[in-house]
């Protein structure tokens, strides 16, 4: 890619980041056709012994400790365990979100949203297990920090309208929805909503997917020894890297009808012409060669995703503007 990914991730420092994230790394695999690769091999290696831990242990040992700390991860996207593409991605310690604009960790987090591609919003089922309500909407958006983590869109003055013909993902990622399996899902979706309404504005030219996850539907019930069943780990990334890459097709179909556009000129004209521009015409031949082959190759990797996400897409609603929407993944 010309440009690298880059994926931010915000959440209450009890919203089970952490969890999603080393879940993320190790378990999508078994479950998937998809598979991730840390960059730094020793940092692949403590994510799967933490996710032997959840799965092995029991108690308290079984969960990893509450990040203290930004942690920035590097990771390639494989199909079939072949790489398929590479992105980096910040987990931003939740407690950090109450410190003043003048901490380096805000500063931090301002140049990398400034340089993202797209955000992750954790929110707990816990905060969600019961009805929000006008009582208690409130407290809760102080609780799992939603207020902030909406706020943060505005005081970054990220300009994303449609004009800049350009989508920027966010996913609100319910963690923990072993909590909410009793609720029915359209009431909990609208809760979600409440919790950030201008991203569902009239033409505010956000796209919004919220996605249920959880490790175990027994865990609500019993962390400690409840079993570990993970559904939906893999949505989230494989979604905002489809909508990403369905953006750099779009600007790459762009560049290649113009270099198109480009010759067409230069081939129409008479004999001396084209003998004068002769260099120019091979150069442009080639760059459009190449960006033919990279075209051709973006398109490949959203067709591997549109298969994943094409079974998983029935257990999340995604939204433009606040209109649900579909995904034709055909």
């Known amino acids: 890619m010309s440009e690298k990914i880059k994926i931010l991730m915000l959440g209450d420092s009890r919203s089970g980041k952490t969890c999603f994230m080393v879940g993320m790394y190790t378990a999508i695999q078994d479950s998937s056709t998809f598979?991730?690769?840390a960059t730094d091999p020793d940092e692949g290696i403590r994510l799967t012994l933490l996710w032997s831990a959840i799965v092995d242990g029991t108690g308290d040992?079984?969960?990893?400790?509450t990040a203290d700390q930004n942690t920035i991860y590097n990771f390639e996207l494989c199909y079939a365990?072949?790489?398929?593409?590479?992105?980096?991605?910040?987990?931003?310690?939740g407690s950090s979100m109450l410190d003043l604009s003048s901490d380096d960790n805000v500063r931090e987090l301002r140049d990398y949203a400034a340089e993202s591609n797209g955000f992750f919003f954790c929110i707990s089922g816990k905060y969600l297990k019961d009805p929000v309500t006008d009582a208690n909407l409130q407290k809760?958006?102080?609780?799992s920090k939603a207020n902030l983590m909406g706020k943060y869109l505005q005081y970054l003055s990220i300009d994303r309208r449609p004009a800049r013909k350009k989508s920027f993902p966010i996913i609100i990622i319910v963690t923990q929805y072993d909590y909410c399996y009793r609720r029915e899902k359209r009431e909990l979706m609208e809760d979600v909503k409440k919790m950030f309404p201008?991203?569902?504005a009239p033409n505010s030219g956000w796209l919004v997917m919220i996605c249920p996850i959880t490790l175990g539907k027994e865990l609500a019930q019993d962390k400690d020894n409840g079993k570990i069943e993970p559904k939906n780990l893999d949505v989230p990334v494989a979604f905002v890297l489809y909508c990403i890459l369905a953006e750099q097709a779009r600007s790459q179909q762009q560049e290649v009808r113009k270099i198109e556009d480009q010759l067409d000129i230069l081939e129409s004209s008479n004999l001396i012409k084209k003998w004068i521009n002769r260099a120019e015409i091979r150069a442009l031949d080639r760059k459009l060669k190449k960006a033919d082959i990279q075209l051709k190759k973006t398109i490949q990797m959203i067709k591997i995703l549109e298969q994943d996400l094409s079974s998983n897409l029935s257990s999340t609603d995604i939204y433009l503007s606040g209109k649900k929407i579909k995904i034709d993944l055909n």
């Open 35 to 37: 598979s991730l690769k």
């Open 61 to 65: 040992e079984r969960w990893p400790p």
């Open 81 to 93: 365990y072949k790489p398929l593409i590479d992105f980096e991605w910040l987990d931003y310690r």
């Open 140 to 143: 809760i958006a102080i609780q």
């Open 198 to 200: 201008p991203l569902f």
